[in-house]
C-alpha cells in the first residue's frame, strides 16, 4: 500500500511540469521572474510587418517588427522593431530608464519558424521594457511563442 501511495504522489508531481510542445499553439514567457501563459493569442502580417501578441488575466505582451523574415530582431528605443508589456501600466522597449546608461531597454526576437502553408509562426523572445516615465522596469524572459495562426492583411 505504501508503494502504491508513493507512486501515486510522484506521478502527481511529475505531471506538472509544463511542455510547450503539448500546448500546440502556444505563447509564454517569465514576467518579473513569474510565469505569464497567453490564454489567447495572434499574429498579423500586414505591410510586410509582423505583429505578435498574446494576453492573460495579468496582461499583453504585443511585439512588432518591420520584417516579414526568419531571423533574429534587436529590441532597443531607437529601432523600429519593438516589444510592449501592458497590465494597469504600459511598459515598452521604446522606453528608456533614467538615471543612467545602465537603464537602455533591450531585447531580442528570434523568428524560427513562418510556415506559410500552415499560416503559423514560431520563435523566441526576451526584453526589458520601461514605462513612460523610465521610472518602472518590466523584465519579460524565456519567451515563447509556438506556430501561434498568422492572419494577413492586404
Not at 517588427?65 to 529601432?79: A, H, K, M, P, V
Not at 543612467?100 to 523566441?124: F, K, R
Request: glycine share 6%; charged share 15%.
Amino acid at each position: 500500500m505504501k508503494k502504491f501511495l508513493f507512486l501515486l504522489v510522484l506521478m502527481t508531481f511529475s505531471n506538472c511540469s509544463e511542455d510547450l510542445s503539448n500546448n500546440t499553439p502556444g505563447f509564454e514567457a517569465s514576467v518579473n521572474g513569474n510565469d505569464w501563459i497567453a490564454q489567447s493569442f495572434n499574429a498579423t502580417i500586414q505591410n510586410s510587418q509582423l505583429s505578435i501578441s498574446g494576453n492573460n488575466q495579468l496582461g499583453t505582451i504585443s511585439m512588432v517588427i518591420d520584417s516579414i523574415d526568419i531571423n533574429s530582431f534587436e529590441l532597443r528605443s531607437w529601432t523600429d522593431d519593438f516589444a510592449i508589456f501592458q497590465d494597469t501600466i504600459y511598459y515598452s522597449t521604446k522606453n528608456d530608464g533614467i538615471g543612467s546608461i545602465a537603464y537602455l531597454s533591450a531585447g531580442i526576437i528570434d523568428i524560427n519558424e513562418i510556415n506559410y502553408i500552415d499560416n503559423n509562426v514560431s520563435g523566441h523572445f526576451y526584453f526589458e521594457c520601461y514605462n513612460n516615465s523610465g521610472l518602472h522596469v518590466k523584465n519579460v524572459s524565456e519567451g515563447v511563442f509556438y506556430k501561434i495562426p498568422i492572419n494577413i492583411q492586404d
